[in-house]
């Protein structure tokens, strides 16, 4: 079956106008181009679509068929035509970033809000990944930026300071920890905890620096988010380890803080791009509305 548009946005006049050269009219096609066409569809279907009279023309049921899927296709043409008026005039466009979870979650919301709003002809495709992820999709050019921590190889990417993030441990206000002013991770590893997902890359954090230690974390429950975490440490479920500006949402009657010690604990979040490709001005922009200086130095090491 082989109809174009033409066919359909006439078929769609005719059963209109219940007449076929009033339909042609509508279609600016002379009445013997518009027959022909209509015939063609009519031998391609094997079925009549019309039924012809005097005083015009209605539609088989074939034809009622033709005609309901015509006008749909046509809506979603006028639909995309409208969607991609400004992308075709060069002022609409998307940027997609790949970013970690605390980028997601703590740091990202209202930057990223106020630069949609100063920017209404940008849109923003933002995909929570993993670390090492999100440098493999901006090296291989799925995504026009990351926002990584610190800690994953980041090969010739350029890289830019974003947001400090720092790990805390988090208490019931009753624990009998709460005396001390900072903890390392060796301290809690007596704990039970509640933790975040296997997958979430702030545990696989903990986890590797647990398994340095020679030991593992021993989780009772694992929450969905930090929110959810936090509301299972304040009923004496366990303790947790999330980053210092998610902890400082939660009502102090309800859980207290203690940061920990550990040198990894204290990370910067990057934001990284490729190096060589060209930048568009839209993405040049967000990155200078999300980042602060200049960029740092890229190691050739494999880390950053």
């Known amino acids: 079956m082989r109809f174009d548009l033409v066919d359909l946005a006439l078929f769609h006049h005719v059963i209109e106008t219940g007449s076929i050269t009033a339909g042609a009219a509508r279609a600016n096609?002379?009445?013997?181009?518009?027959?022909?066409?209509?015939?063609?569809?009519?031998?391609?279907?094997?079925?009549?679509?019309?039924?012809?009279?005097?005083?015009?023309?209605?539609?088989?049921?074939?034809?009622?068929?033709v005609?309901?899927?015509?006008?749909?296709?046509?809506?979603?043409?006028?639909?995309m035509r409208g969607d991609l008026a400004d992308h075709a005039k060069g002022l609409r466009c998307q940027i997609r970033m790949f970013v970690n979870t605390v980028a997601a979650s703590e740091f990202l919301p209202d930057p990223m809000a106020i630069f949609l709003r100063e920017n209404p002809l940008v849109d923003l495709d933002v995909s929570v990944l993993p670390s090492a992820r999100s440098v493999a999709a901006v090296a291989a050019g799925d995504a026009d930026l990351?926002?990584?921590?610190?800690?994953?190889?980041?090969?010739?990417?350029?890289?830019?300071?974003?947001?400090?993030?720092?790990?805390?441990?988090?208490?019931?206000?009753?624990?009998?920890?709460?005396?001390?002013?900072?903890?390392?991770?060796?301290?809690?590893?007596?704990?039970?905890?509640?933790?975040?997902?296997?997958?979430?890359?702030?545990?696989?954090?903990?986890?590797?620096?647990?398994?340095?230690?020679?030991?593992?974390?021993?989780?009772?429950?694992?929450?969905?988010?930090?929110?959810?975490?936090?509301?299972?440490?304040?009923?004496?479920?366990?303790?947790?380890?999330?980053?210092?500006?998610?902890?400082?949402?939660?009502?102090q009657e309800l859980v207290r803080t203690i940061p920990l010690s550990d040198a990894w604990a204290v990370r910067t979040l990057l934001i990284c791009m490729h190096a060589d490709r060209p930048v568009s001005p839209r993405v040049r922009s967000l990155l200078d509305h999300l980042g602060r200086g200049a960029p740092i130095s890229v190691k050739t090491d494999g880390s950053a």
């Open 29 to 65: 096609m002379s009445l013997a181009s518009a027959s022909g066409r209509i015939r063609g569809m009519e031998e391609l279907l094997g079925t009549a679509l019309l039924h012809r009279g005097r005083r015009g023309v209605c539609p088989t049921e074939a034809g009622w068929v």
């Open 67 to 79: 005609a309901d899927h015509a006008r749909m296709i046509l809506r979603q043409v006028d639909c």
């Open 146 to 251: 990351g926002i990584i921590a610190d800690h994953v190889p980041t090969a010739d990417l350029a890289l830019y300071p974003f947001r400090r993030d720092r790990l805390v441990a988090v208490f019931p206000p009753d624990h009998p920890m709460m005396r001390t002013e900072k903890v390392a991770l060796r301290d809690l590893l007596d704990e039970r905890f509640v933790a975040l997902p296997p997958g979430s890359a702030l545990q696989r954090l903990l986890d590797e620096h647990a398994t340095t230690l020679g030991r593992r974390l021993q989780v009772r429950v694992r929450g969905s988010d930090f929110s959810s975490i936090c509301r299972m440490v304040s009923h004496r479920v366990g303790i947790a380890i999330i980053p210092e500006m998610a902890a400082a949402r939660q009502p």
